[in-house]
C-alpha cells in the first residue's frame, strides 16, 4: 500500500502568508510539491513574501488581498484560477490578536478580531468550494488556536473568533464532505512568531517576560514552537494520507492542552 503525501500538481492557497506561520506552512507544502499563492493586505507585505520565498528556492505567487473584503477575495480567487489554477488546498493563515481586557475593549475591536480571524476564512472558504466541487474535491485548512480551547485574560475577541472557527471547520466539514471537501483544522501551540513576540521581550532588568516563563512551564518539552513545526502536520492535512480525516482540529502544542504544567521550584 502507498500512503500519499505528496502535493504534486496542486495548487496551495496559503492567506498571510508573506511571514510567520503562513510562510512555514506554505514552505512546508513547497516541499511536498504544491504550488505556492499566497496573499497579504499590501504590496509591500507582497514583495517582503516573494523575496522570501525566492530565498527559500520556492516560485511562489503573491496577491494584496484582505480576507474581509469579499469582492476582493472573489476577483483574486478567479485570477488565481486564470493565472495560476484551480486552487485545491486553502489554508486560512491571515490573523490578528488583539491583547485587552474585555471591559476596556471597545465593540469596534472586538468586531475587527471577528472579521479577519473568523469571517476572512468563511468568505475565503466560500469562494474557492464551487471550484473545489466541479474539481471533485479539495483541502481547507483552518489555523485554529489554543484559544480554540482555552480562554485567557485579555484576549476574549481572539477566543471568541478561533472558538468559532473551530466549529466553522466542523460545518464545511459536515455540508461539503460528500463532495471529498476535507476541512479540518490546526491549532498551533505558542509559536515564536511576530505575532507573540510581545509576550516574549525581555524585561527592564533582562529577565524573561512572566508570560515567556509560563508559557515553558505550561509546554512538556518547556520551550516555544517553532513555526516550521507546523510544516509537516500541515501536509499531511493537505495531501491524501488525511482523505479519511475530516472536521478534525490537528493541534500542534507541544502538549500543552495534555499537561497540568510544571510545579514552579
Ligand atoms: P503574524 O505573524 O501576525 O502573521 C499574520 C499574517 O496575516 C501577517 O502577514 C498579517 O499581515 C496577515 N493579515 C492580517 N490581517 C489580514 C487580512 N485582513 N488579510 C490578509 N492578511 C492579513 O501571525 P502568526 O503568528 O504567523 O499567526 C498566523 C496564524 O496562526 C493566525 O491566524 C494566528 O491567530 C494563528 N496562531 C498563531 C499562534 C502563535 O503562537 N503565533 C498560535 C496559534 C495560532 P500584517 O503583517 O499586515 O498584519
Ligand atoms: C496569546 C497568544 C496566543 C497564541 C495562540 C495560542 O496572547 O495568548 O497570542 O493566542 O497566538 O493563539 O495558540
Known amino acids: 500500500m502507498k500512503i500519499n503525501f505528496r502535493l504534486d500538481g496542486k495548487v496551495a492557497l496559503v492567506t498571510g502568508a508573506s511571514y510567520g506561520i503562513g510562510f512555514s506552512i506554505a514552505s512546508g507544502l513547497a516541499d511536498a510539491g504544491a504550488t505556492i499563492v499566497f496573499n497579504d493586505i499590501n504590496q509591500e507585505l507582497v514583495d517582503k513574501g516573494l523575496a522570501a520565498y525566492k530565498e527559500a528556492g520556492i516560485k511562489a505567487h503573491g496577491y494584496v488581498c484582505d480576507v474581509t473584503d469579499e469582492d476582493g477575495v472573489n476577483a483574486m480567487v478567479a485570477k488565481i484560477e486564470k493565472e495560476v489554477g484551480v486552487i ?26 471577528i472579521d479577519i480571524d473568523l469571517n476572512g476564512p468563511f ?12 474539481k471533485g474535491g479539495g483541502k481547507i485548512i483552518n489555523i485554529c488556536s489554543m484559544m480554540s480551547e482555552l480562554g485567557r485574560e485579555t484576549v476574549s ?4 473568533a478561533k ?3 473551530k466549529m466553522l471547520t466542523r460545518n464545511i466539514c459536515s455540508e461539503y464532505g460528500e463532495f471529498n471537501i476535507q476541512c479540518n ?8 512568531t511576530p505575532q507573540t513576540a510581545p509576550l516574549r521581550e525581555r524585561q527592564a532588568d533582562g529577565s524573561r517576560h512572566p508570560f515567556d516563563s509560563f508559557i515553558v512551564a505550561k509546554t512538556p518539552a518547556g520551550r516555544w514552537l517553532n513555526p516550521d513545526e507546523l510544516a509537516g ?20 502544542d507541544g502538549g500543552i492542552l495534555a499537561y497540568i504544567g510544571k510545579q514552579p521550584k
Not at 483544522?185 to 515564536?192: H, K, M, Q, R
Not at 502536520?233 to 500542534?252: C, K, M, R, T
Open 88 to 113: 485545491d488546498i486553502l489554508v486560512n493563515n491571515a490573523g490578528i490578536i488583539k491583547r485587552i481586557p474585555m471591559h476596556e475593549m471597545t465593540a469596534a475591536q472586538f468586531r475587527q478580531v
Open 163 to 165: 472558538g468559532g472557527l
Open 157 to 160: 475577541a481572539y477566543a471568541a
Open 123 to 134: 468568505i475565503m472558504a466560500k469562494a474557492v468550494i464551487p471550484a473545489m466541487i466541479k
Open 233 to 252: 502536520p500541515a501536509v499531511f492535512l493537505a495531501s491524501e494520507a488525511s482523505n479519511a480525516v475530516n472536521g478534525h482540529i490537528l493541534y500542534v
Open 185 to 192: 483544522g490546526l491549532g498551533p501551540g505558542y509559536i515564536a
